[in-house]
């Protein structure tokens, strides 16, 4: 079940970085209004930071694991 949780989350990381990619690409063009270009940038923040607290989340995972394991032995 953790392992099927990890993947999603994995997944959902890997796409968040994947939009904030696609939103930078938006924001580069100079076409864009700056109320287009306001709008861009919050949402690209707003995917950096749920990427990054699902990074966090992982790490902290992996470091309880870890320390598990090392108090098992």
Known sequence: MQEERAKQDEQ???QKIAHAKEI???L???EITL????T???EGIRELQ???RL???AKLEFE???KDEKEQT
């Open 40 to 42: 861009y940038y919050k």
């Open 28 to 30: 580069m063009d100079p």
């Open 50 to 52: 749920e990427a990054t």
């Open 55 to 57: 990074l966090e989340n």
């Open 64 to 66: 309880t694991y870890t």
């Open 12 to 14: 959902s990381f890997e």
């Open 35 to 38: 109320s287009q270009s306001v």
């Open 24 to 26: 930078l690409e938006k």
